[in-house]
């Protein structure tokens, strides 16, 4: 089973500010199988990002992901204040789909 | 846009049988894969199987022994089976329909399962 392990646990920032969310997969994934997914309290989780560095439909383009090696990186750039919320990773290049434990962006 | 909608019952009894039913509306439940996805209160997302329009399935080993899915392409309807159920299997569980190689596009609101006597 793959490991995904995120960092940091939680990120405090303030609105207009930089993000940048870390996965490290513990082997290497096939073809970028990697998503990021936006979690808001009392709500389901929403698709950001896949195939490690594609937006899904309607997410704007402040967000960005890129990949080296096993290491994957969720970039936000001016944070607005809806950003802020819990992200979690997965893996879908080897069964069974692995989530990583969550960043927890907080405003500062 | 498609819509999910998890249902069934909130609350199960130790060492009964867990039962949902995910509801596919405004899309197809053809050629595609669906999944059911957990959370318990406060913690991470766990993967517990998929299954695809034709019936074929598989599920994460943690819970293969005690998990069935099924499809009903005429309804518009997956369900989950969890057998065994004990108090670590209360948490909210998500049915999402996978993309390509299996992104999550489109997640139901989830459906809060409490395990209790």
């Known amino acids: 089973e793959i490991v995904l392990t995120q960092s940091p646990g939680t990120l405090s920032l303030s609105p207009g500010e930089r993000a940048t969310l870390s996965c490290r997969a513990s082997q290497t994934l096939s073809s970028s199988s990697l998503a990021w997914y936006q979690q808001r309290p009392g709500q389901a989780p929403r698709l950001v990002m896949y195939?490690?560095?594609s937006r899904a439909a309607d997410i704007p383009d402040r967000f960005s992901g890129s990949e080296s090696g096993t290491d994957f990186t969720l970039s936000i750039s001016r944070l607005e204040p809806e950003d802020f919320a819990v992200y979690y990773c997965q893996q879908y290049g080897s069964s069974p789909y692995t989530f990583g434990q969550g960043t927890k962006l907080e405003i500062k | 846009q498609v819509q999910l909608q998890e249902s069934g019952p909130g609350l199960v009894k130790p060492s009964e049988t867990l039962s949902l039913t995910c509801t596919v509306s405004?899309?197809?439940?053809?050629?595609?894969?669906w999944f059911w996805i957990r959370q318990p209160a406060g913690k991470g997302l766990e993967w517990i199987g998929r299954i695809y329009s034709s019936g074929s399935t598989h599920y994460s080993p943690s819970l293969n022994s005690r998990v069935t899915m099924s499809i009903d392409t005429s309804k518009k309807q997956f369900s989950l089976k969890l057998t065994s159920v004990t108090a670590a299997d209360t948490a909210v569980y998500y049915c999402a329909r996978g993309r390509g190689t299996h992104w999550l596009d489109n997640w139901g609101q989830g459906t809060l399962v409490t395990v209790s006597s």
């Open positions: 195939g490690a560095s």
């Open positions: 405004g899309g197809s439940i053809n050629s595609y894969y």
